[in-house]
């Protein structure tokens, strides 16, 4: 289990924002992150949607963080690309178990739990918190 490589450039691109303290326009963020500019303006746009970044237009135009970092937190960013976190498919409603039609299966139940404990640390890390590191 791993996250998307998206996810680790959507990471990275808050974290240079965050660390910025500024507006920077998508040409810089591209360089700072090492992430090709037309996949760092796809990622843009999934941050920008989640009110995680902010866009502006214009000849002062580009991105900055979009709310307070400590209002901001790793889980966020990772679910804004990946989707809601789950270790098994069977856990997020997208697959029924053929196995056990009426009820869940003790796994279903592990898995939820786990996936609930992983969540909850991911959401505990906030990018003020982050930056200071």
């Given at each position: 289990m791993h996250i998307t490589l998206e996810t680790d450039y959507a990471i990275r691109i808050v974290d240079?924002?965050?660390?910025?303290?500024?507006?920077?326009?998508?040409k810089t963020i591209s360089e700072m992150t090492g992430v090709t500019l037309r996949f760092s303006l796809?990622?843009?746009?999934?941050l920008v949607a989640a009110g995680i970044i902010k866009s502006f237009k214009g000849t002062q135009g580009?991105?900055?963080?979009g709310r307070p970092l400590n209002d901001i937190t790793l889980g966020e960013v990772i679910e804004t690309i990946e989707g809601r976190f789950?270790?098994?498919?069977?856990?997020?409603g997208e697959y029924a178990c053929s196995r056990h039609?009426?009820?869940c299966c003790q796994f279903q139940k592990?898995?939820?739990?786990i996936s609930n404990d992983v969540r909850t640390k991911?959401?505990?890390?906030?990018f003020e918190d982050l930056t200071k590191k």
């Open positions: 240079a924002l965050a660390r910025s303290q500024k507006r920077l326009d998508a796809k990622i843009l746009r999934k580009g991105y900055e963080i789950a270790l098994n498919r069977c856990i997020n039609k009426d009820h592990i898995f939820y739990e991911l959401y505990s890390y906030n």
